[in-house]
């Protein structure tokens, strides 16, 4: 993975530094906005870890000149100004996630981890969650190489939270995703359809956990 | 001072003021006008009158001297011909001899005067030309039983020459006095509005000065308006006083955080074992954690204080969707912290009139609070109740240990932290909740829960009602 850290402040630029390269990231750094721009528009990058407050061109600044020649690798913002416009704004220039100084290491290196994991399931045609291997266009589910025997509303449900990793996912959402399956759904019909998929889980590293009132989120592990 | 232009569309004293007097004014003039044209005419009525009566009269003494039975002496002749004003028309009949001369047209009285007594004055219409006429009888001093009587008449044309003259010399004279009294205006106003010149002088002398300014000097008529502004630059003043108290608070927040910082660098540096060093990075990471949050928490109240946000308008919004949004970006956090974070609360929208991004301050902030205090393995709940008033019922509730009641309504105030409570809490996550609420109009009651631990509610009135 190589990975691009934009960032004027030494120590702190240092300290990513190590995490990220703890965490495989190959990170060269800049510390100037025209350079960080410079160095994105000649050579390809898998990652952007972007201080918006950089001198020179101004992060947003070098985030819209990305956006515009049309690249499409994720960009993690760090910024010390945390107003909700500014995140709004950053959000729909183009930036991925948005962390806010100060921030604690293991939120970044988190942050980083699901940043690289969206991309690499975006437009995949197999999503990996534990040692469950989703392949999409065959509706198939396998462990360890071998087929877990899901109906097809169960495969749907699995899909639509698997696709939605690490965020709730709500049941009208649920409802509406496994919909194209199956032509109706009612409440109850979605509790029973849950109920079977979280029993066929059972012992393959994965569960749904019930987010009360909200919804569902697939988890590695077990639990409940 | 800078100079503020004169830009189109502003409201200017002067053309108010102008306008104001000019249709009055207006008004009063060609009703003058119109009076002297009127009084004028009727005197010169009258004058043309009594001309017409005397030549009559003058007619008739002539007759009566002349003493020739049945015609006119030359004099008398003379007399009725000779005028130079307008067209004139005349009859002079007797009862025996019929008319004794007459221009080819003239007007005859509807009634005819008695003899030897007061001339007839009468209107009359010749050629379809309108005509003043009089008409006056005689008994006939040479010859005994005959009546003579002498019509004379004038077209009107003389008679309004005069009214018009004087009018024609008025107007000019009333458009001189209307010009007049616009200048005057205008420059009066400018006169007027020097008054204010001390007071200008004085505010600009002034840097950063809000001290009252109606004592200035300045005319009674403007005295609503820097009553105004004195109003205002109490309330800025007071403003002040807080942001500067803040600022006080805020540095003294943070330099506990710093001081301990630098005790445990020092202490790590000079450390010979690294159980010691290790030691003191572990309350480094602990004290540079804390100033983070105190940081971020101060920003996050000035916020909620300050009232030219841009963030702030108030608009009607689904508060069970913001919740349902905020409890969800927050699951992770409470499944870290080993905590069921959930929601209760109708599906279907429950509206209320706020501002989304405070509103998402104050939950942040509510559900940190529990998430904190509530301790692991228990369970935070935020529910939102819409009440059959249209009244609405934000509640964020734990069954953690809760706060002892002495502390209850201590709660929200800024720096205030439950004595013994959990490190590391910066006292101004609920005094931000309380500011949001406030900036609401809606009302915050820390009550515990039945369920043993803390139970925070904000009620929000009815929208587009009184709180």
């Not at chain 1, 990652?47 to 070098?62: A, I, N, Q, S, Y």
């Not at chain 2, 074992?273 to 971020?296: E, F, K, W, Y």
């Not at chain 2, 080993?338 to 109708?346: E, F």
């Not at chain 2, 201590?410 to 005094?431: C, D, I, N």
Request: proline share 4%; hydrophobic share 45%.
């Amino acid at each position: 993975m190589r990975t691009l850290l934009a960032e004027d402040d030494a120590s702190i630029a240092a300290a990513i530094v190590a995490a990220m390269e703890r965490g495989g990231h190959v990170v060269d750094v800049v510390s100037h906005g025209t350079h960080a721009d410079q160095a994105l528009s000649n050579d390809s990058f898998d990652l952007l870890v972007l201080d918006l407050g950089l001198p020179g061109l101004d992060g947003t600044e070098v985030l819209r000149r990305l956006r515009q020649r049309g690249t499409g690798i994720p960009v993690l913002v760090i910024t010390a100004r945390d107003a909700l416009n500014e995140r709004i704004r950053v959000l729909d220039l183009g930036a991925d996630d948005y962390l806010v100084k100060p921030f604690a290491l293991s939120e970044l290196e988190a942050r980083v981890r699901a940043l690289v994991r969206r991309a690499a399931n975006n437009g995949a045609a197999e999503l990996r969650i534990g040692s469950l291997a989703l392949d999409l266009p065959g509706q198939r589910v396998l462990r360890d190489g071998k087929v877990i025997d899901l109906t097809r509303r169960e495969f749907g449900l699995l899909a639509a939270l698997a696709t939605r990793q690490d965020r709730v996912t709500s049941r009208p959402q649920l409802i509406e995703a496994i919909c194209g399956w199956d032509d109706e759904l009612t409440d109850n019909g979605l509790d029973i359809a849950i109920h079977r998929l979280r029993r066929k889980l059972q012992g393959s590293g994965v569960s749904v956990r019930t987010i009360r009132g909200l919804g569902y989120l697939l988890e590695e592990g077990e639990n409940d | 001072m800078t100079e503020i232009p004169a830009g189109r569309g502003r409201p200017s004293l002067r053309l108010r003021l102008l306008a104001f007097l000019m249709v009055p004014i207006l008004a009063l003039l060609l009703l003058a006008a119109a009076v002297t044209y009127v009084v004028v005419l009727n005197y010169d009525n009258k004058e043309h009158d009594e001309e017409l009566v005397t030549d009559a009269r003058s007619v008739a003494a002539l007759m009566r001297t002349e003493r020739r039975a049945g015609a006119l002496s030359p004099q008398a002749r003379y007399l009725l011909a000779f005028e130079t004003e307008g067209t004139y028309y005349f009859a002079v009949q007797s009862a025996l001899h019929g008319t004794l001369s007459s221009t080819d047209r003239y007007p005859a009285p509807l009634r005819l005067p008695v003899a030897d007594d007061a001339p007839l004055l009468f209107d009359a219409v010749v050629d379809e030309q309108p005509v003043r006429a009089v008409s006056l009888r005689f008994l006939s001093p040479n010859e005994s039983g005959d009546i003579i009587t002498v019509t004379m008449a004038e077209t009107l044309h003389s008679r309004k020459r005069l009214a018009r003259e004087i009018l024609l010399v008025t107007l000019p004279v009333q458009g001189l006095l209307i010009i007049g009294i616009l200048a005057l205006v205008w420059v009066g106003v400018s006169f007027g509005l020097r008054s204010l010149d001390p007071l200008m002088r004085k505010l600009a002398s002034r840097e950063h000065g809000l001290d009252a300014i109606t004592d200035a000097g300045v005319p009674q008529e403007i005295l609503p308006l820097t009553r105004t502004i004195d109003a205002l630059f109490g309330r800025l003043r007071e403003a002040i006083d807080v942001q500067e108290q803040f600022i006080a608070d805020a540095a003294h927040q943070l330099r506990t955080p710093l001081a301990g910082l630098r005790l445990h660098v020092e202490r790590a540096l000079e450390a010979t074992s690294p159980n010691t060093m290790r030691d003191s990075l572990v309350h480094i990471a602990q004290l540079t954690s804390r100033a983070g949050r105190t940081s971020t928490q101060l920003l996050a109240l000035m916020r909620a204080q300050s009232p030219l946000d841009t963030e702030g308008a108030l608009t009607g919004l689904d508060l069970a969707l913001l919740v349902r949004d905020a409890v969800t970006r927050r699951v992770h956090d409470g499944l870290r912290a080993g905590i069921d974070l959930g929601y209760q609360g109708p599906d279907t929208a429950v509206m209320v009139q706020g501002s989304a991004a405070r509103l998402g301050d104050l939950l942040d902030n509510l559900i940190d609070n529990a998430l904190a205090y509530a301790g692991r393995d228990h369970t935070v709940t935020v529910s939102v109740q819409p009440a059959a008033d249209g009244t609405v019922t934000l509640t964020v509730e734990d069954d953690g240990p809760g706060v002892p009641a002495v502390y209850l309504t201590r709660l929200g105030e800024r720096f205030f932290r439950v004595p013994a409570s959990r490190e590391g809490g910066t006292g101004l996550g609920l005094a931000i909740v309380r500011r949001i609420a406030d900036w609401h109009h809606a009302v915050v009651e820390f009550s515990n829960s039945v369920h043993g631990g803390l139970r925070v509610s904000v009620h929000f009135a009815r929208p587009g009602g009184s709180a």
